[in-house]
Each structure stands twice: as C-alpha cells, then as structure tokens.
C-alpha cells in the first residue's frame, strides 16, 4: 500500500518480476558483496525499518536475501543499539528522521563506523545540513536514492563509477542520482512534452520494476498512465547537465499562486539554511485574491528562537515577491507519518481557513 500522504493509501500490484528485476540491479549498482564483511562471510544488513513499507520490506530485505546476507534485525529503531551493531555489519539503510537521531549520540564518531560500506536514506528529502554533517562525523556519504510503492527503485546516487554517466562516482547532496539501469525517466510539461535540461517539469517512468496498476481501480490505473505507457510518478523534479535527478516535490504540492507556480521545496531550502532552523514545510492555501498562497511551518533547532516576520523578512531579500509566504508559523513539530514523511495535507487542512 502506498504511504497516502497526498490522499488515501490504494493498493499496488506489484509482481515477483518487478521485484526480483529491482533486486537484481541493486545487488550489482549498490555493491553486495558475498565475501569480506566484519566475519568474512560478505555483507551484514543492519535492518532497522518497519516492513509494511516497500523500503524496508523490499529493498532492505530483498537486497540481503538476494545477496545470501546476514540481517541484524531490530523491531523498533534504537539509535544507540543500531551504533552497538556497526562493528558487526556493513550496510544499512534509513529515512531521514533515523540519521538526524543517529547524529544526536555522541556515540557517533568515525571509528565506530569504520566497518561500514553503505550508509543508504530514501523515503523522505534529506536536508543537505544532514547530508553534510554525516559526512564530518562518520567519514562517509550518504547515498540518496529515489523510489515509489508502486516502482521500487527509481534513480541512485552511484556506490562506485558509473559507466553510463562518464563513470561519475559522485553522490550528490539534494540529488538522488541517476536513473537505474533498465530504468526510464523522463520530464514533461502538463501537456506532456519532453522539457530541456534544467527545466522543473512532471516525472514518467517506465521499466521492469513498474507495477502493474492500482488494486481494484481500473479508472485510477489508466489515469496513472500516458498514451505510450509511461507511469506518471506525481513528483516533480529535474535532470541536470550531469543527468542527476532532483526531486523538487509532489505535483499535488505545487502552489499556484496569482498564475505562477511555486515549488515548495525551493522556499523550503531558503528557510532550511537561516540560522536556527531544523526543517521547514511550505504548503498552499486559499486566498480570496490570489486563488493560492504560501503558508511555511517551521521548526526551530534545540535552544534556538525564531522570529516568524524575520523568516519573511529575509526571503524577501532572496526570493521573487510570488514565493514569498504570506504568513510563517514556528512550531515544535510537523506532523509525519511512519516512514518520516511530512503529511502536508494535515498541514493544509490546518491552516486553510487563514485567509478566508
């Protein structure tokens, strides 16, 4: 079942093909080794996610399996007894909130992570303020990678060279890579026309790993799916000159405010790099004139103050007076689902009344 953080969760029908071709290209992109390890016996998985979701039940899973791997399992994420467990394996696999946890042990360091391959995060953005402090604690890069429940894997940051792109071995912060192998991906405009490099457009794909369709919804699979085959993903995102992906966000998320449209994630960004600020969300609501505003949710790091006016204060400085949000709230939280998913449409049900 899908996570159901734009609407109700709808079955996938995935097949034992589409399962075992998204194994098979991961075991080989991400570097599963059957020999070396902390006991010699090959690659040890720390599994630390819930397996009602595709992350943990197929691609953490599925990887160990299809590899002969040993799984250290956990029912529950404990961030100190995950750290206990890094000197008996090599891989292991998070969303987001689990390495902003990790990042709070003072347990931490380089050493105790020098068994470890692969340190993999999906399901949810990574801030890049993650991404970097992981790097200067532990020694390694995070590998983003991007995927659906109804796809699987989509796109990776490479593990080692990647041949078909100048074997690039970059892993990108804010990227989620390359297309997989046997993996198309495409950008589009609403009337579904291929959009130039750079350009934000609709994500398609299509593949071996590509479900079958909805759960007794026959009219939802054919409007999931173009004339020529190609599932639209709902995300919205672009391909640079490098050919790395970038998720911007869900088209359901998109702001169209006054006729131009605003990328949440872009005002996102802004606001994650001001002093103090943990993370923020930037959600659309109505507005007599503008049909749509921006309504940004922010929270604030430990021990740290915000002033809402001075958010927008600044993006005023930075950004075109049409993304700027018309009100910013500084709150403890933000409302997630399981997998660490901000559930913008609580967000939106909360605050749709603002302006009315």
């Not at 002969?68 to 000197?87: E, H, N, R, T, Y």
């Not at 891989?91 to 909130?97: A, C, D, E, L």
């Not at 390495?99 to 692969?118: C, H, I, S």
């Not at 998109?254 to 790099?273: M, T």
Request: hydrophobic share 40%.
């Amino acid at each position: 079942y899908t996570s159901g953080t734009t609407g109700r969760s709808k079955g996938a029908m995935l097949t034992h093909g589409n399962l075992l071709s998204n194994a098979v290209t991961l075991k080989d992109y991400w570097g599963w080794t059957a020999t070396g390890g902390p006991d010699g016996r090959g690659d040890v998985l720390i599994h630390a996610l819930p397996i009602f979701h595709v992350h943990g039940l197929f691609v953490a899973i599925h990887g160990a399996l299809i590899n002969g791997s040993k799984m250290i399992w956990f029912a529950k994420f404990d961030p100190k007894a995950v750290l206990a467990a890094m000197p008996r394996a090599t891989v292991f696999m998070g969303v987001p909130t689990l390495y902003v946890r990790l990042l709070a042990e003072p347990g931490l360091t380089k050493d105790a992570a020098k068994n470890m391959r692969l340190f993999i995060a999906g399901s949810a953005p990574l801030l890049i303020e993650t991404f970097t402090e992981w790097q200067q604690r532990t020694g390694h890069t995070i590998l983003e990678r991007y995927g659906m429940s109804e796809t699987i894997m989509l796109t990776s940051n490479p593990y080692a060279a990647d041949k078909r792109h100048a074997g690039q071995t970059e892993r990108r912060g804010a990227t989620v890579g390359f297309p997989l192998p046997g993996v198309g991906l495409r950008v589009v405009d609403d009337a579904n026309k291929p959009l130039p490099v750079g350009e934000i457009g609709n994500i398609q794909v299509q593949g071996p790993n590509v479900f079958k369709g909805y759960w007794r919804m026959p009219e939802k699979t054919k409007e999931e799916f173009t004339a020529d085959g190609w599932f639209k993903t709902g995300d919205v995102g672009k391909v640079d000159a490098r050919d790395y992906v970038s998720i911007v966000g869900r088209s359901k998320d998109l702001i169209i405010s006054g006729g131009y449209n605003v990328y949440p994630a872009e005002i996102e960004g802004y606001i994650n790099d001001m002093p103090g600020v943990a993370e923020s969300a930037l959600v659309g609501v109505p507005h007599p004139d503008f049909g749509e505003v921006g309504v940004a949710v922010v929270i604030a790091k430990p021990g740290a103050s915000l002033n809402p006016d001075a958010i927008v204060a600044q993006l005023k400085s930075q950004l075109a007076n049409f993304k700027i949000p018309k009100k910013c709230f500084v709150v403890p939280e933000l409302p997630r689902n399981t997998m660490g998913k901000v559930q913008k449409n609580l967000l939106r049900e909360q605050y749709k009344g603002l302006f009315a």
